[in-house]
């Protein structure tokens, strides 16, 4: 917040006689078309510079269209590292080079001015710069004193100005008093309600400029409203666009129906998006894209990756956004031969460079189990930036590889980047999976006192769930009743899942209390809170859950394990009878579980969750859908190569142990993920040290 003290300072000593405000650098404007380039969160860019900006103003509004980014892309969160260039080279985002900046554009003595053009240019880079609302009413009042609003188009200016910082009273106040107000200024005014999601305001606009000034839009006011009508789902509000759209003749416009593309789409209308889309004269790549993204969005993956194959065979060169939205795809599907064909495209597209796409990659290998393919993607990337760095530090927490996580991290600090509070989530979560207690412990100390990371919601979680696992239930109580913000369902499902391991039945009463109030509809807290007191022989108060559970209309998930052979995903459910190699499978688990009980095993009844005789329960939870799937595994997966299964739910303790087993008997790896982590299984151990 330094930079709102800075903006004080700024405005204090504005209009001050003399050059003492000229600190540091040259306070002479940079001029020309060489001008300094700011990027701006809109994405678009200004100029700035002494004569050059009111030419540059004047070519921003006839190339007006242009500045409006293609609804379809997507738009990648960096992590917050957002760089800003000047004149080619890249300049981290520095304090002291922004307020010097600042105070060699605002501290100017308008009056050494004599031409105005110049006046007027200073102003529009003030405005540029602006960052607080105060600054804004300044500035506001210094063209009121010295020019008028339509010199240079400062009127228009400052009311994107004070949208832009939430102004929007100021704004539409400004708005009113502009005299002579063309297209440009009506655009001004609706694409910043537009920006602040205002889609009722951006429609009353659009009608008094259509009605009372008569005025007809152009591709970026029926763009903007389209933008609104997209991010708050307005449906209705879209359709009428969509009629004016018609009626104007604007729909050959590639941007314009790749806007309503986009917002059938969001909205769940893939019919009329795909119509739409059929329609087009020529599609471009952004259409592309919002017809895959859209599709996977709304489920129909399968559908999205067939639409991106007809878009390589429209010979249209994916780009970032493109392949980020099929990396998602992949996930869903869970086909990770799927993952190495899109990997293969990614590097004969020449786009293995993009840090954006190749860190999607590497979390989608980690996701799908394979954590040696993102290790050796990691070992690829040139630069990799702390996202890239996060990202496989959240591999090895999610497949329980806690001392690797810490070793990574200590690494990642020792080549200088600095880590953020999404690389501490996965460091304390990697901590928590592997049961490192008093690393977990002195990390979240460290985070805030070192590196001036607060400590958020997901980092009480990971603690949470680090003490409850080393058994002290109390203390992770106590971190809860202490932390300054209201827990969410994050922490307390942390504490309740320590609750059932340690079979603590009366603080796991309380804790699903919390979690029933804050979540009443999420079925997972109410079996959590059955199985603690199925563990613990409490039938009656399981029963009642189970009834309130239903009373509630809440039905049971049913448990499905997945895993991946021959280019398909083969699914089954407890008791499965359906695969066509259903009978070699239960004669391969009887064989497995004969060499189990030759071992001594004995089954951990107590995960059924009904209250049933003993025999019964064993047939039962003998035939649970990860053992079909190990057994199939076992079957097709050739010797050497680790058994890959995916379950929807969290693993029952049967089967966690049945799987241990399994590894040492057949000598196989086993990596089960399971709702919460990933379990390696090898040798007769697994990676979770049974605390899941
Ligand atoms: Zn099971
Ligand atoms: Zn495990």
Partial sequence: MGLWHEAHLVFNVWGVEGDRCY????????????????????????????????????????????????????????????????????????????????RRICNVEFRAYSHLDSLVSTFITAIAYCSSVSSCRAIHARVIKFVNYREGFIGDQLVSSYMKLACEEDAEKLFDEISNKDLISWNSLISGFSRRGQVNKCLNAFSRMRFEMGMQPNEVTIISIISACTDTRALDGGRYIHGIVLKLGMLCEVKVANALINLYGKCGCLGSACRLFEAMPLQNLVSWNSMIAIHTQNGFTKEGMRLFNSMRRAEIKPDQATMVTVLQACEDLGVGKLAETIHGLILRCGLFANIVIVTALLSLYAKLGRLFASHKVFGEIINPDRVAWTAMLAGYAMHGHGREAIEFFEFMVKVGLVPDHVTFTHLLSACGHSGLVNEGKNYFNVMSEIYGVAPRLDHYSCMVDLLGRSGHLNDAYEMIKQMPMEPNSGVWGALLGACRVYGNTELGTEVAERLFALEPLDSRNYIMLSNIYSAAGMWKEASKVRALMKERGLIRTTGCSFIEHGNEIHRFVVGDQSHPESEKIYKKLEEVIGKIRAANFVPKTEYVLHDVDEELKEDMINKHSEKLAIAFGLLVVNAGMPLIITKNLRICGDCHGMAKLVSLIENRTIIIRDMKRFHHFANGLCSCGDYW
């Fill in 23 to 102: 600190l540091g650098r040259s306070a002479k404007p940079t001029t020309g078309a060489g001008g300094t380039k700011i990027g701006n969160d809109g994405g678009a860019e200004c100029r700035v510079g002494g004569e050059g900006v009111k030419r540059e103003v004047s070519r921003q509004r006839e190339g007006d269209a242009s500045r409006v980014t293609d609804v379809g892309s997507t738009k990648i969160d960096d992590g917050g590292s957002t760089k800003y260039g000047v004149e080619g080279e890249d300049v981290e985002r520095e304090p002291c080079y922004f307020i010097s900046q600042k």
